[in-house]
């Protein structure tokens, strides 16, 4: 079975300080891995994935399957990142593209 | 382009009545799913649908049915409200496999 785990529901850091959001996944097959954000008021969204290893908004994610691992990095925040995070697995074994969520990390960004 | 439109916005509802939470989506997507989200527990699956005719259970599907006769739509019905059933429901499409899940704006559902 597929899990997605997201340790911290709270992170606060100041503004252009580096910042971590930790995700941890169980899987037994190939995953893939996304972030997903959800502004205050706006819809969730796509933040990036890791087949893409394309940078987003200044944030990065490398998946690590030795520590099945897929954390999302930022050197200098900002205070717009201020928002919800979310970690998903695509478990494309049934072929539906569906994604397994983690809880959530609420990142606050300190002015 | 609406992308993927939910209505209603909000809804309360009393224990035992039905409900039909609508979703349609305008860029052709195959793939469309409804999940839930509730307090601590992100967001869960419910059903799911592959293509117009097609529909499987996800993680948490008991108390909802589904259907998809169109490509466009994909409604969730609930027969009888549980208080259980209190949560925020989310819409999403895809193209197909590993692309990334377009999200509606979500119904926030209250059964009293």
């Known amino acids: 079975a597929q899990r997605v785990t997201q340790p911290e529901k709270l992170l606060s850091v100041f503004k252009g300080a580096p910042v971590e959001l930790k995700c941890n996944y169980s899987?037994?097959?190939?995953?893939?891995l996304f972030w997903y954000v959800q502004y205050s008021r706006q819809r969730l969204q796509l933040l990036l994935r890791?087949?893409s290893r394309e940078s987003i908004k200044g944030f990065t994610a490398d998946l690590n399957k030795g520590e099945t691992s897929f954390h999302l990095k930022k050197p200098f925040a900002q205070e717009e990142d201020s928002a919800m995070y979310y970690c998903?697995?695509?478990?494309?074994?049934?072929?539906?593209?569906?994604?397994?969520f983690g809880t959530g990390t609420r990142l606050t960004v300190i002015p | 382009n609406a992308g993927v439109t939910q209505t209603p916005k909000f809804q309360v509802l009393k224990t035992g009545q039905s409900m039909t939470l609508q979703c349609a989506q305008d860029?052709?997507?195959?793939?469309m799913s409804w999940y839930r989200q509730d307090p601590g527990m992100g967001l869960r699956l419910i059903h799911y649908?592959?293509?117009?005719?097609?529909?499987d259970q996800g993680e948490v599907p008991n108390g909802y049915n589904v259907s998809r006769s169109t490509t466009e739509d994909f409604p969730l019905r609930l027969l009888s409200a549980a208080p259980s059933q209190t949560s925020v429901y989310f819409c999403?499409?895809?193209?197909?496999?590993?692309?990334?899940?377009?999200f509606g704006d979500g119904t926030r559902l209250s059964i009293l």
């Open positions: 999403a499409s895809s193209l197909g496999p590993y692309q990334p899940q377009h």
């Open positions: 899987y037994s097959g190939s995953p893939e």
């Open positions: 890791h087949i």
């Open positions: 998903a697995l695509s478990n494309d074994q049934t072929g539906a593209n569906n994604l397994f």
């Open positions: 860029m052709n997507h195959e793939y």
């Open positions: 649908s592959v293509g117009a005719g097609i529909t």
